[in-house]
């Protein structure tokens, strides 16, 4: 099998084991990747014996950490508060994009494509000094605060103070496996947990953050179109609801989605759909050759979204950077 053809493996084995009540704690089969960061099942995040009982328990984005150093745990809320305080604040009169690129998995595919993510989105929407990285270490170590549901929630709290709702505009990427119930988060064999459409959307409206720019890298990350869509809102996804997307092999650079939306599409002057076409097309075509389901990545964008996103965009530069890393497809 050629690199990145893996067929949404691991997101399907999590999404099993969350699909019903005698399911929820049993163990899920894991993808045959030696590079991969995980090796134990998941633990069963819900409460309740229904299924009814089950969906709302994941729906409140249970995340569970075991055998964490309580040293290593100071340690990385350090670093998260460092970033944070390196933030710029917004300029009065201004339309400042905050960028937050998470990877919510350790493996080393997502935590490369998040920081690249970051890179790419800085440049485009003039964030730099207003751009927070969430990553593992790509197998080293390195000062990047780790990204989990948790760190999302405090940065996310932390941006909202710093933005004026009325000017500036959130752009949240995340990479990561997915499931039906939302987005997973997996950090080696020790941090677990779902992030779900009803809990981001809440966050998002409890914070006052209304222009935001969601781009979505994961299986069945269609889930959060119907739920988080507003007028103010832009969001793209790498796959429709019922779909798994491709590339999430742990030692490739990029998922599918990752390098032709972040590694080529937006690194050229072109609006925010035109570079969803284009990544859509080369998805497509990626997809067809490699005789795999289409994921079919999905894109709405507000009405009030369409006014805010052009003027943002106005600004974007006028000359391509090169794409980086091995392509998704592979050789």
Known sequence: MKRGAILGTACAAIAMAFAAPTLAQSTPPQPDNTASTHSAPWPGLTSGESR??????LEQAPELHRAMSPREMLRERRLLDAALARLEPQRAGTADAYVISIALDSDPVFAHEAREAGRVLARRYNADGRTLVLAGPEGEADNTPRGSISALMIALASLAEKMDPAEDVLVLYSTSHGMPQGL?????????????????KDVLNELGIEKRLLLLSACYSGVFVPELASDDTAI???????????????????????????????????ALLMAHREAQLSIADWESRMRLPASLPQARIGKNAQGWLAA????????????????????
């Open 184 to 200: 997973a988060y997996h950090y080696e064999d020790r941090g677990y947990g779902i992030l779900s459409p009803q809990r981001l």
């Open 236 to 270: 793209i996804t790498a796959s429709a609801a019922n779909r798994t997307s491709f590339g999430c092999q742990a030692d490739n650079d990029w998922t599918f989605f990752g390098d032709a939306l972040v590694n080529r599409a937006l690194r050229k002057p072109q």
């Open 52 to 57: 009814e009982e089950i969906a709302q328990s």
């Open 312 to 331: 943002l965009e106005a600004q974007i530069p006028q000359t391509a950077s090169a794409p980086v890393g091995k392509p998704a497809m592979g050789e």
